[in-house]
């Protein structure tokens, strides 16, 4: 299983030709390893503005395995974030929730997004490449 980010996603769905759409959907036809998260979910859809492209991507979307956050991956995602603070390194608290999420479940995460290259820098944190 791989936690896979907004970033990625956004390439798949909009067809752009990148290494990482590919490797996603490399990922899809290797017995569906791509996983999501709520936060994931509501960054991608909220960005749809069409309503038809929004009903077809959440109908793909929800036929993903999915992960969802309990209190340990809250209370983890808050001190995550305030170790990096405290060594002067302010991320989003959605990237320390979903690096919560993945250091969890002990699965890598598939990003482009350099906040997680931060957080994979100072926690034990897998990117996955």
């Known amino acids: 299983m791989v ?3 907004t970033s990625i996603w956004i390439d798949f769905l909009q067809h752009t030709v990148s290494s990482s759409a590919d490797r996603l959907a490399g990922l899809i036809r290797e017995n569906n390893r791509a996983v999501l998260c709520g936060i ?3 960054e991608v859809l909220q960005g749809i503005r069409e309503r038809g492209s ?3 991507t ?3 979307l929800i036929k993903f395995p999915y992960l969802d956050r309990n209190r340990e991956v809250y209370i983890a995602a808050a001190s995550l974030y305030r170790h990096l ?3 002067g390194i302010t991320i989003p608290s959605t990237d320390a929730a979903i690096a919560a999420l993945a250091l969890h479940h002990r699965i890598p995460l598939f ?3 350099e906040h997680f ?3 994979a820098r100072h ?3 897998e990117l996955y490449s």
């Open 123 to 125: 926690s034990k944190l």
């Open 58 to 60: 959440k109908g793909l």
């Open 54 to 56: 929004h009903a077809a």
């Open 85 to 87: 603070r405290g060594k």
């Open 117 to 119: 290259s931060v957080i």
């Open 40 to 42: 994931v979910i509501q």
């Open 111 to 113: 990003t482009r997004d």
């Open 3 to 5: 936690l896979v980010d």
